[in-house]
T-cell receptor
Framework: ELKVEQNPLFLSMQEGKNYTIYCNYS?????LYWYRQDPGKSLESLFV?????AVKQEGRLMASLDTKARLSTLHITAAVHDLSATYFC????????????FGTGTLLAVQP | KAGVTQTPRYLIKTRGQQVTLSCSPI?????VSWYQQTPGQGLQFLFE???????NKGNFPGRFSGRQFSNSRSEMNVSTLELGDSALYLC????????????FGPGTRLTVT
């Protein structure tokens, strides 16, 4: 059974600092997604990573994928308060399916 | 381009009743998936539909069912509601199965009393 673990579960950081959220998954997968969720809201798509070594960047967020290590990272550069949200990674095992297996989420609180 | 729409946005039901939730995907998208989000269990997969066929089903009891219509709109139904069914129900829209982005709707907040 495919399992997805994120750490940390909660991250409090100061504005201007850098940090990384880790996403580990238990079996081979060919797709990894990152989403953002604000309180009481739906999921906003951030990145789709499709191959080993894939790296994508948008603003202060950069995501990477290492399929051999079964690890994805979401790196936050020079955090700002607007980045405060819960971040989820989700994995699709492969084949003709869109079934997402989600991690537990990381609650990020950026303090001014 | 309009996003994913879900109706209703909020719903309050009583135990034992049934409920139907609707999801309209982005125009041109033919894949719709449903998820349940609760504080205790997180985000869990319910079903996946493509071209009116259920392609995958999650580990939920038979009280949970769904379908997809020829215009790609999807509905899910929960019969004999239980308190534990209170959750945010999200649907995701994608062009098709494979390495495409999956866009989520605003969700339906179901409260069972």
């Amino acid at each position: 059974e495919l399992k997805v673990e994120q750490n940390p579960l909660f991250l409090s950081m100061q504005e201007g600092k850098n940090y990384t959220i880790y996403c580990n998954y238990s079996t081979t997968s060919d797709r990894l997604y990152w989403y953002r969720q604000d309180p009481g809201k739906s999921l906003e798509s951030l990145f789709v990573l499709l191959s080993n070594g894939a790296v994508k960047q948008e603003g202060r967020l950069m995501a990477s994928l290492d399929t051999k290590a079964r690890l994805s990272t979401l790196h936050i550069t020079a955090a700002v308060h607007d980045l405060s949200a819960t971040y989820f990674c989700a994995v699709v095992r492969g084949g003709a399916t869109n079934k997402l297996i989600f991690g537990t989420g990381t609650l990020l609180a950026v303090q001014p | 381009k309009a996003g994913v729409t879900q109706t209703p946005r909020y719903l309050i039901k009583t135990r034992g009743q049934q409920v139907t939730l609707s999801c309209s995907p982005i125009s041109g998208h033919r894949s719709v998936s449903w998820y349940q989000q609760t504080p205790g269990q997180g985000l869990q997969f319910l079903f996946e539909y493509f071209s009116e066929t259920q392609r995958n089903k999650g580990n939920f009891p038979g009280r949970f069912s769904g379908r997809q219509f020829s215009n790609s709109r999807s509905e899910m139904n929960v019969s004999t509601l239980e308190l534990g069914d209170s959750a945010l129900y999200l649907c995701a829209s994608s062009y098709r199965q494979g390495g495409y982005e999956q866009y989520f709707g605003p969700g339906t907040r179901l409260t069972v009393t």
